[in-house]
């Protein structure tokens, strides 16, 4: 089974500030099905972004995906008052699997 | 629109089942995998299973594989997951969500919690 470890685990940061978000598999994951997802409290998760750099319908584009084999990004290049929540990494794998990482907090600084 | 609307909140005791329900519309229901996830209080998200509504075959997370059942009803384009024999650790809100481009999660369920207490 695939591993999906995400650092860090919460992240500290002012409205306007860049956000690098790490996403680490135990073995490689076809780019194709890794996925990011935006949760705030109370709320189901959203779908942010699908193989690895696809934006989902109406996601700002300061959101963006980057990586491949083990390592993934997801960047926020600009943080707004709205994009303060928990982010997770996703894969599909073989076998009808998925697998969540175990999320990043974004926080006010 | 897509919509993904879900049964209310149980409260269950321990070793009691909990069934759970999903009602799609806005697309065409046999067309797209339904998957189920579940998140504690406090924790991240955890996937249990999915199943497609056209077939009806299924595919279960180890963890739950002989405690969880997923079935769908074609007629009114709603999938349920039968959770059995439950502790106090499957106190959680369950989702379902449906797949979408690259096998993510496009569209979800408001959640339902589930609360196991004696």
């Known amino acids: 089974e695939i591993v999906l470890t995400q650092s860090p685990g919460t992240l500290s940061l002012s409205p306007g500030e860049r956000a690098t978000l790490s996403c680490r598999a135990s073995q490689s994951v076809s780019s194709s099905y890794l996925a990011w997802y935006q949760q705030k409290p109370g709320q189901a998760p959203r779908l942010l972004i699908y193989?690895?750099?696809s934006r989902a319908t109406g996601i700002p584009d300061r959101f963006s995906g980057s990586g491949s084999g083990t390592d993934f990004t997801l960047t926020i290049s600009r943080l707004e008052p709205e994009d303060f929540a928990v982010y997770y990494c996703q894969q599909y794998g073989s076998s009808l699997t998925l697998t969540f990482g175990g999320g990043t907090k974004v926080e006010i600084k | 629109q897509v919509q993904l609307v879900q049964s209310g909140a149980e409260v269950k005791k321990p070793g009691a089942s909990v069934k759970v329900s999903c009602k799609a519309s806005?697309?065409?229901?046999?067309?797209?995998?339904m998957h189920w996830v579940r998140q504690a209080p406090g924790q991240g998200l955890e996937w249990m299973g999915i199943?497609?509504?056209?077939?009806?075959?299924?595919s279960y997370a180890q963890k739950f594989q002989g405690r969880v059942t997923m079935t769908r009803d074609t007629s009114t384009s709603t999938v349920y997951m039968e959770l059995s024999s439950l502790r106090s650790e499957d106190t959680a809100v369950y989702y379902c969500?449906?797949?979408?481009?690259?096998?993510?999660?496009?569209?979800w369920g408001q959640g339902t919690l589930v609360t196991v207490s004696s």
């Open positions: 806005g697309y065409t229901f046999t067309s797209y995998y």
């Open positions: 199943i497609n509504p056209s077939g009806g075959s299924t």
């Open positions: 969500a449906r797949e979408d481009q690259g096998s993510s999660l496009g569209y």
């Open positions: 193989g690895a750099s």
